[in-house]
Structure formats: C-alpha cells, structure tokens
C-alpha cells in the first residue's frame, strides 16, 4: 500500500506538472485576452503528433522536438491571433463569441489531425536508456523523470518572466487592469498578440511533454485536456499564473491518488468534484485572496 | 432644447483637444453622446460639468479613444484622430487620470511607474529620470516606492496616478473625477494641484462632479445634458450672468455667487 501511495505522488506530481503547464497557458489567454480558448487542448495534442512525425520520419528524439514545438507553435500563434482575434473586436460579446469560436476551431482541428493521422492511438517508440529509474523504493519511467525535469525548468523560466521582467509585469498588469495598461500606453494588440503565440508556443512543448508522459494519444485526445485545463484555471483563480501552476500539481496528485483509494470509475469524477467544490467553496480559487476582480 | 451657447470652434488659440459633433451609441442604438462639441484650449483648464448620466466620463472616453464615436470626429492640434488607439495619445502629449483607478494593485509602486515607460523602456536614463520626476512630485511615493500599489490609501493611490501621468512630462491632462471617493482635506490638496498646471505648461481638462471646485479653478466651462451640450462659456460669462447661474443651479444643483 505505502509504494501504491507513494507511486500516486511521485506520478501525481509528474503529470500535475504537465497539467500545470496547461493551466499556466490557458489563465493567461483568459486573463490577457478575456479568450476562454476551448482548441487549446488541440493545440497541445498538435504538439504530440508533431514530435510523433520528427521522430518517426525524421528520426528526431523528443528532446530535440521540444525548441522544434517551442518555435513553430508559438510563430503559428502569432499568426492565429492575427487571424482569429480581430474578427472578435467586432461582436457585442467578444468573451462568448471566442468560447463558440474556440470551440469550433477545436473541432476542426481534430478533424484535420483525424484526417492526417486517423483514429488509432499513436505512442512515440523512443526509449531513454535506462528505461526507468529508482526513485526511492519505486521505479519511474525515464522519460517521465526527463519530462518532470522540463517542466519545472520551463515553470521557473515563465515565473521569472512573469514576476521579474517588465514585459512579464506588463502581461500581468493588462490581466489585473486591461484599460490602464492602454492609458500608460502600451500597445495592448502586440501585447495580445505576443500572449497568445506564448500560450501556443507552450502548447506544443507540453505536447510533446504527453508524448513522452502518457502512453498514447489521439485527434480526440485535445478536449479531455482543455476539460482539465479548465478545471485548473478556475482551481487556481482566474488570471492567476501562480495559482494556476499550483493547481495543475494539486489536479495531478488528486487524479493519481484517486486512482490510487477510489474505483476506477470513481476516480474519474474526482476531477469534476475538484471543480464544483471550488465553486462552491472558494470562487476565486486557492490564492483567490489575491484577486482583485 | 437647444443648446443656448455653443463655442466649441470659437476662441484664438487651436485647441489642443476637440470633439466636433461626436455621436457614441452603446449596443447600436441607444446614442449616449448626440452631436457633442467641446475644445481645450492649450494653458488653460476646461472644465466639464454636468448632472449624473449627462455624459461627462464618456464624452471623455471617447476623447481618448476608449470608445469608438459612431459619428463626429476627435481632433488632436486640429489634426483628425479619430478611431486612434488610446495607447497613441501619450506619444502626442496627452495622458488620461480616470475616474476608476488605473493602477496595477499587485504591482509596486515602482513597477506601476515604470509601466508607464514602456515606450520608451530601453532608454534607462530616460526611465531612471522619469522616476525622478513621480518621486519629486510626491515624495511619499518615493517612500513607498516597493509597496504594492493596491495596499496604498485611496489618496495615495491618486497621488501615484497623478505622478504617472505627470511623469511623462505630456502636455495635456485630462482628469475624470480626480477627488471623487478622497477625504476632503486631500480633495482641496488635489484641486490646488491641478489649479497649478497651466502654469507649468500643461493644459487640463477636468472633468468633474464637484461644480463648486471645478468652476472655482476652471478658464472654461461647458455643462452638458443628456449627453449634448447644454451651455458653455467662460467663468466670467457664468459668475456675470444671471440666466446662467439660475440654468446652473436648475441643472447641477449648485449656486455659482455673482
């Protein structure tokens, strides 16, 4: 039982890690943009099949794959943004016209992953040498430790920006103010635009992350990840990176040790349970005391 | 009714600010500004005033480019604006204190300052400068200066957006409401502050609900109703006339003295 437990931890904090990446992205396109980006799980899933074809065609490993998604997603969101957003300046509700508007994007972007890859579950055949190592009495996965080690160097790297650069307190200013950050005059479309292309560009990474965490994945795999994605944002308070890192952790190891105590089919609604608990009990998430809307 | 005294285009100077025959409707339709003209005259200070509802924020908001008028133009130096983006207007000299607060309360102090550099952010000595100048102003923000923004009083937080604003050396101001929510004592502090502008070369336009104020230290004053001028004129013209100072207490309730 205690190597069962220990086993929920060490993989909770592992997969929360991967999680805490997606909330990251996801409460700062919320907070910046006031986008609820429902296509963000497909974004993520483009990610895996992205290292999927550079390693399969070309025989890239996934740690190489990783500044190959950093790049090329974040330069396709720069583009996106341009693309997308502009036509929802124009509508009354621009906050619920991008959920539809996400929300289809999120459809045909599966669609066009079905259409590229079909239905079956793809897995990336790559294996660190050793396979997997001892942490303490239990054996983890390498290339679970190699992603859990990325995502901490890529967690600490964005709370630097965020809480240390002025390009990052400008970021968050526009989510704690979005009409001042216009009045001392920054430009809030490049702002916007450059939000959205780091949200996407960390996108691909924690795609690549899943390839390399999580045995397999499909076209249909992105909505199970915005689902969770979402459940972390609002866990973590609206426009809170901080919180939302926090939260993705705290998901991670519910999920794991639920697996771990509960069913089978119970630990499936621990998720959801998470999500109404915090509504009920705290609306403005863990760190909800900072809020200020 | 017609408004009895419009001179929006009159006067010597060109205005550094002007609003000519702005239209803003909400949702389509419901027009919140009708035909709205009003100029700031550079040195001086104009004021705004007008009964709850009659326009005034907005009147501002669309000066500034927060909102989109639906017709009529923004003209800057008599140049036509229009439609530019609000994060524009500080490059041409003119910064906005609104009348909800504008800081980032989990920023410092500083931080909130130096967001206000952003053009220019490269520039250390011109940054370094601007700090100066804020904590100049308001020493107490210079004390403060690694605070977070939000924990400050309400005055002080008024104080920091004031040496924002004025950090940027613009010169035009244009205030909403500036002592609204402030203790009285501080309000009589801020209205001597701003009575003190044109002589340093930084034209004000104050938009305000306190009429008493606003008309105490004001060149010229427009009074709008229902989102159209009402009247305007020069103090002189206000505290002269007695029509005018009857339309006043009827519209603002408030007696201007002859």
Not at chain 1, 89 to 112: K, T, W
Not at chain 1, 153 to 181: D, H, Q
Request: with cysteine.
């Amino acid at each position: 039982m205690e190597t069962l437990v220990l086993n929920g931890l060490v993989n909770g904090l592992i997969v929360g890690g991967v999680y805490a990446l997606i909330g990251l992205s996801l409460t700062l396109l919320y907070g910046v943009l006031r986008i609820v980006n429902f296509a963000h799980g497909e974004f993520v899933i483009g990610g895996s099949f992205l290292a999927y074809v550079l390693f399969n065609s070309l025989g890239i490993a996934p740690l190489l794959a990783l500044p190959i998604a950093a790049v090329s997603f974040f330069a396709a969101g720069w583009l996106a943004y341009y693309l997308l957003i502009p036509r929802l300046a124009r509508s009354d509700d621009p906050e619920n016209m991008s959920f539809l508007m996400m929300y289809g994007l999120s459809i045909a972007l599966s669609a066009v992953m079905l259409l590229l890859f079909e239905a079956d579950s793809r897995s990336i055949d790559y294996a660190f040498s050793p396979i997997s190592m001892k942490v303490g009495p239990i054996y983890v996965s390498t290339a679970r430790l190699v992603a859990f080690g990325v995502t901490i160097v890529i967690s600490l790297a964005l709370s630097w920006f965020l809480y240390r650069t002025l390009p990052g307190k400008a970021l968050r200013a526009t989510i704690m103010n979005r009409e001042a950050i216009q009045i001392v005059g920054v430009d809030v479309e490049q702002l916007s635009a450059f939000a959205f292309a780091l949200a996407t560009g960390l996108a691909g990474v924690t795609g690549v992350l899943i390839a390399l965490v999580f045995p397999a994945f499909n076209a249909f795999s992105g909505a199970e990840y915005s689902i969770i994605g979402f459940i972390v944002v609002v866990l973590g308070g609206l426009g809170n990176p901080l919180g939302a890192l926090l939260a993705g952790i705290i998901y991670g190891l519910a999920e794991q040790l639920a697996t771990v105590f509960l069913p089978q089919a119970l630990a499936q609604i621990v998720g959801f349970a998470i999500l109404v608990g915090t509504i009920l009990v705290r609306p403005t998430g863990i760190l909800g005391w900072r809020a200020q809307r | 009714m017609e408004p009895e005294r419009v001179s929006a285009a009159a006067g010597g100077e060109r205005p550094v600010l002007e609003l000519r025959a702005v239209d803003v409707a909400y949702h389509g339709d419901i027009r919140i500004l009708q035909g709205l003209s009003m100029a700031v005259r550079p040195g001086c200070i104009t004021g705004v005033i007008g009964p709850n509802g009659a326009g005034k924020s907005t009147a501002l908001r669309a000066l500034y480019g927060l909102l989109k008028p639906v017709a009529g133009d923004v003209l800057i130096d008599g140049e036509v604006v229009t439609g530019m983006k609000p994060w524009r207007f500080i490059e041409r000299g003119i910064a906005l204190v609104p009348q909800s607060r504008s800081l980032f309360n989990e920023l410092s102090v500083e931080d909130n300052l130096r967001l206000a550099c952003w053009s220019f952010r490269r520039d250390k000595a011109r940054v370094a400068e601007a700090l100066e100048r804020a904590y100049a102003q308001f020493p107490m923000l210079k004390e403060r200066r690694n605070h977070a923004a939000g924990a400050m009083s309400g005055g002080q937080q008024r104080f920091l957006e004031l040496g924002r604003a004025l950090a940027l050396q613009p010169r035009a101001l244009l205030l909403d409401e500036p002592t609204a929510m402030i203790a009285p004592k501080l309000a009589a502090e801020i209205y001597e502050f701003i009575h003190g502008l044109p002589a340093r070369g930084i034209t004000v336009l104050l938009v305000d609900q306190n009429v008493r104020q606003c008309v105490r230290i004001a060149d010229h004053v427009y009074v709008l109703e229902l989102g159209r001028n009402k009247v305007d004129g020069s103090v002189g013209d206000f505290t002269k006339d007695a029509d005018l100072r009857s339309l006043i207490a009827e519209w603002v309730d408030y007696r201007i003295d002859a």
